[in-house]
């Protein structure tokens, strides 16, 4: 009962909600007023929600496989090293203690065009560094590379799941003749799958709602660590438009420019497409279950 209790109040009280406010236009001070579904016609023409999604996708699809895999081969890293283990262990993790915003600015810093550390190491060995996150080009790499440094968590649980392999079954194969990689791909990758699924599930969700790391990297990037205003140009998605994600654009429709009827629209919408990309992954992952059985 109180579980259900919790998911009521937490979880399907703010859904209603929020669907019932995402069908009327309303600010902070102002009465909400019934527009029906012009909310959701106007998301399907909106230009900035359009590079919103495209960004929001291209950090799904390279963000997501590269914290899962950065996060497995850290893991496999520290299960085969033998000495001082437990001080890479530590050291791994405690980027992921960092505050967000304390974390986002370090690595603006150090990723810093010219001055940052990275760039003077690179000119020492006759390489000019990238505009890391003030060029467009490279500031979607540049994010992604700022999520594995905080992959403390992830690489956690897969650590967690890799010393639970049975080692039993690990000899058992040796004997049998199996190399590593066979090893690893009838054994251990196997007893991993659920742990691949709930990785893979929670870096999706952390990506889709990537919000506090895009807006203060785009705020330091571009000298202001605090963007206001109520427009993209306004630092938001610094430089042009490309850390530009969907809950951005969600957070400026909600508060700078009190659009709150479509702000909701927009995270009935985001709830909606992570439901479904879930609902995709958990599919794939049964079938792929079943095919290996």
Request: no cysteine; hydrophobic share 50%; aromatic share 14%.
């Amino acid at each position: 009962a109180p579980a259900a209790l919790g998911i009521l109040f937490f979880f399907v009280y703010p859904l209603l909600t929020a669907v019932y406010f995402s069908f009327h236009q309303f600010s902070v001070l102002s009465t909400p007023v019934y527009v029906g579904m012009r909310n959701y016609s106007f998301a399907l023409h909106d230009p900035n929600l359009q590079k919103a999604v495209e960004n929001t996708l291209w950090l799904v699809v390279v963000m997501v496989p590269a914290q899962v895999l950065f996060g497995l081969g850290t893991g496999m890293l520290l299960v085969a090293m033998r000495r001082s283990a437990s001080v890479y262990r530590t050291l791994f993790y405690l980027p992921a203690l960092v505050p967000p915003v304390a974390g986002t600015l370090a690595f603006v810093y150090v990723f810093k065009p010219q001055i940052g550390p990275v760039d003077t190491i690179l000119k020492t060995i006759g390489i000019d560094g990238p505009g890391w996150f003030t060029d467009p080009d490279w500031a979607k790499p540049s994010l992604t590379l700022l999520a594995l440094w905080g992959i403390g968590n992830t690489m956690v649980i897969f650590l967690a799941a890799l010393l639970d392999v049975p080692a039993a079954l690990l000899e058992a194969a040796s004997l049998d003749g199996a190399n590593a990689w066979q090893r690893f791909r009838h054994v251990t990758l196997p007893t991993l799958s659920p742990v691949l699924v709930f990785t893979t599930i929670t870096s999706i969700i952390y990506t889709l709602q990537y919000f506090t790391q895009a807006a203060v990297a785009a705020g330091a990037a571009s000298g202001q660590v605090t963007a206001g205003g109520n427009s993209m140009s306004n630092n938001f998605g610094f430089p042009q438009g490309s850390t530009f994600t969907y809950p951005l654009w969600m957070y400026i429709q909600g508060f700078p420019d009190g659009h709150l009827g479509y702000a909701n629209a927009l995270a009935v919408l985001l709830f909606f497409a992570s439901f479904a990309v879930i609902a995709i992954v958990l599919r794939r992952a049964r079938s792929f279950h079943g095919e290996s059985q």
